[in-house]
């Protein structure tokens, strides 16, 4: 499995947990597929800048902060 996919989708379902959202919330506010952003919260998909954008914007944070930084990928 890819590491930033995997490591991308734990923060995102970090941020949704936090926010109080159901996988079906973000899915529906954002416009995704709810099987979808199942698969992008366990790492199985790598997302296009499009969809970041769009969860970002639902989970009310900057779209950086849902990518991890290199120390995380290859420590």
């Known amino acids: 499995m ?30 995704i597929d709810r ?6 919260e366990r790492g199985e998909v790598n997302i296009t800048v499009e969809k970041l954008y769009r969860i970002a914007t639902v989970l009310a944070c900057d779209p950086a902060t849902l990518l991890p930084g290199a120390t995380e990928l290859y420590s």
């Open 2 to 31: 890819d590491h930033l996919a995997k490591a991308m989708g734990e923060r995102i379902r970090h941020r949704r947990k936090a926010r109080g959202l159901s996988q079906d919330d973000l899915a529906l506010l954002s416009g």
């Open 35 to 40: 099987s979808y952003v199942g698969r992008i």
